[in-house]
């Protein structure tokens, strides 16, 4: 079980980097922002990342401990982990709604790849990451909406 907590670790630690650029840049820039009528409240977001968080970590571990695994599987998962932490510096910091975009695009294809490459390893695997799409396609529409709105 020390191995599923090294991913648990890291899969946080991406959240908290995340975290920590968004508490630091976000405000004002984020307030004056007009937002579409279906943006969540603010405290949603953690509640939401913390099950998607757990969730990716979870699904990866499944992998590791499967002997069918490739170590090509595990550099895709970490690489995807950085995407996933990038866009809060993209967004957040630099204030690139358009490059945000992007980034999620990076992020949404790299969690297809993942599914791909997770399903004949671990089809549990699979289906965990399932609403972590269902979350990035929403966070898509709604950076989206925000740079159209902006």
């Known amino acids: 079980y020390f191995s599923l907590l090294f991913f648990l670790a890291f899969s946080f630690g991406a959240s908290a980097w995340g975290g920590f650029v968004t508490s630091v840049y976000k405000e004002p820039w ?21 099950v998607l968080y757990v969730s990716m970590a979870f699904a990866a571990w ?9 170590e090509k599987v595990i550099y895709i998962y970490f690489i995807h982990l950085l995407v996933n932490a990038s866009w809060s510096v ?3 910091a ?3 709604i358009f490059l945000a975009l992007v980034v999620i695009v990076i992020i949404l294809l790299l969690v297809l790849w993942l ?6 390893i671990n089809k549990i695997s699979a289906f965990i990451m399932v609403p972590y799409v269902g979350w990035l396609c929403f966070a898509f529409t709604l950076n989206l909406n925000i740079l159209l709105l902006n």
Do not use: A, G, R
């Not at 009528?37 to 405290?43: G, Q, S």
């Not at 499944?62 to 490739?70: A, E, S, V």
């Open 62 to 70: 499944l992998i590791w401990i499967n002997p069918k695994k490739t």
């Open 90 to 92: 993209v967004f957040f």
């Open 115 to 120: 599914i791909k490459l997770y399903y004949p």
């Open 30 to 50: 984020y307030s004056m922002l007009t937002k579409p009528e279906f943006n969540p409240p603010d405290y949603i977001f953690p509640s939401i990342w913390i």
């Open 94 to 96: 630099l204030h690139q």
